[in-house]
């Protein structure tokens, strides 16, 4: 629920850019609508309780789908390319994707703008990583691509997991970042965002320094940051993550995901959970993806 706030504000951001035009804008719209940031995560939510793991297929196929019954949500074209692969060439989504940007496969951040049903369903699971892999190579087979959603999710996971009652240490929150990073890209920004902290950096030189793009190592950091500077307030944590610039919809999207988790919905003001469109059926699958959340045995 966060994250489909956190989606739909930071949408908003691109047209009212400053804090009281958006907040203004917020009192008087009737709807917040979401982008593909969350009609993506709504598909991964479903895969996953049909299928209770990553199956490829049944998650590529999910995807497909809901693109073609709203292939307005504002996609890159990325995915909608890779559905097309598979349907004339008859590859699998992983080998679609990796066929794309000269057999690397995509970078971007649209893996782990998703992630928060993943982080979700397998926040007390030690296969957290490998899931996540699985997850983000359907489209995003980049190593930075896949590596960047899966810190993410264990952003979300850790952020689950913690007691909202205890402050949450930032520093030592990102060392659990680093602790499952496995490029030197992710790693690289990892430490930077530690040096930023620890030096009371404002948000829009640490935006600059971390990056704001489309692509994962250069936005996903940022998000970690936004919650990171605020993370008793989601409110501060959204406004931090969608005001600064760059990719604002999936900035917010992923920023909220980890303070959602983090302070429960609750936190969320009333009035934009109440405004935030399919509220309902984003809601029930949250609550069944935690109630059928994968825990390692003791």
Not at 159 to 173: M, T, V
Not at 192 to 203: H, S, V
Not at 245 to 256: E, Q, V
Not at 261 to 277: C, F, N, Q, R, T
């Amino acid at each position: 629920m966060g994250s489909a706030v956190g989606d739909a504000i930071g949408e908003l951001a691109f047209r009212f850019p400053e804090k009281e035009t958006l907040l203004a804008r917020l009192e008087s719209v009737k709807l917040l609508s979401y982008t593909d940031d969350t009609a993506m995560a709504i598909g991964l939510a479903e895969s996953l309780l049909e299928k209770g793991f990553v199956d490829h297929r049944h998650l590529g196929d999910t995807f497909r789908r809901n693109f073609q019954q709203e292939p307005w949500r504002g996609y890159a074209a990325g995915p909608p390319t890779i559905f097309a692969i598979v349907e004339h060439h008859g590859l699998s989504y992983p080998e679609a994707a990796r066929s794309l940007f000269e057999g690397k496969g995509s970078l971007g951040n649209g893996a782990a703008m998703r992630i928060a049903p993943l982080g979700l369903f397998f926040h007390a699971s030690r296969d957290l990583y490998e899931e996540a892999r699985a997850s983000a190579e359907t489209t995003h087979a980049h190593v930075v691509g896949v590596d960047g959603a899966a810190v993410q999710a264990k952003a979300v996971a850790e952020a689950a997991n913690h007691d909202p009652g205890e402050p949450i240490r930032p520093l030592q929150f990102i060392m659990e970042l680093e602790s499952v990073c496995r490029t030197p890209e992710i790693r690289q920004k990892l430490a930077l965002l530690k040096q930023l902290l620890e030096g009371d950096t404002d948000p829009l030189s640490a935006a600059k320094k971390l990056g704001q793009s489309v692509a994962v190592h250069e936005s996903m950091p940022f998000a970690v940051f936004a919650f990171a500077r605020h993370p008793q307030s989601f409110a501060d944590c959204l406004f931090c993550a969608v005001m600064n610039g760059g990719d604002r919809d999936t900035l917010g999207a992923m920023a909220c995901a980890i303070s959602g988790a983090y302070l429960g919905i609750d936190a969320i003001p009333s009035s934009w959970v109440e405004k935030l469109e399919n509220r309902d059926y984003i809601e029930r699958l949250a609550l069944e993806l935690a109630k059928r959340s994968k825990r390692d045995s003791p």
